[in-house]
């Protein structure tokens, strides 16, 4: 493929033109991150249950309210016991599987030659899941349906075999925990799907909610999509341009 002249000038066009669009969306990133902290910086601060429910009850609008988390109907397996927010049962053979694997060698006449070996290895593959939530968490005081509030990841707690090929593994939320949820107080309640940041205070949440730039995402992406446009570009018949 010959670059010619035109198409160098004609890409260094395409790359300029890119980047200007590139910085306006930019600056429109950080103008929303800028608004959304303005938001974080405003919201009220709630550590009392009281008050939280003043809050609701008078539609206050966005907080930080920091309290406890716990199911108000907690949630268990009976082969491991123990009480649960949130559990994952998941069900794993092991499963035999093959691969050809590439080789090289050098043959008689000295010259490099590729062959194929077939390869065995085995893996434990999900098969299915099962899992259980509670209906009903106790956040500060209050009552809320579990779907109110995002309840925090899950973690491993055990394995449990059942034979030579089937094992079965489980995930699961603690029955309670402490940490700060950001939200809208409206409507005698809370927003949906509230998120819940586990073993935080309200400083170390507004912290890390405000710290969040995207900005390097979006020149990630941008940088590749950039890159695929100008290679597309070469890659094309351009008679035109001679």
Known sequence: MEV????????????????????????????????????????????????????MRTGLGNAFVHGELSAVDPVSFPEIGGE?????????????????????????????ETYYTTEEYWTWDRVSSEEKTCKEVLFCGSVFPSTKIQLPGMEYIATIRESAKIRYKYYGTGASCTGMVFTELRDGGISEDSPFYKDMDIEEARKFLESRDWRWVFWLVWAGVTGALTYGFFRLENRWME
Do not use: C, P
């Not at 991150?33 to 939280?52: G, T, V």
């Open 4 to 55: 010619t002249k035109r198409e160098v000038l004609a890409s260094v066009g395409i790359v300029a033109v890119m980047l200007l669009i590139g910085m306006v969306i930019s600056q429109r990133i950080w103008q929303a991150k800028l608004d959304q902290d303005e938001i974080y910086q405003k919201a009220a601060e709630i550590a009392d249950a009281e008050l939280f429910q003043y809050g």
């Open 84 to 112: 649960y927010m949130a559990l994952e049962k998941v069900k794993e053979r092991h499963t035999r599987h093959t691969r050809q694997v590439r080789h090289t060698r050098t043959n008689a006449k000295g010259k490099t």
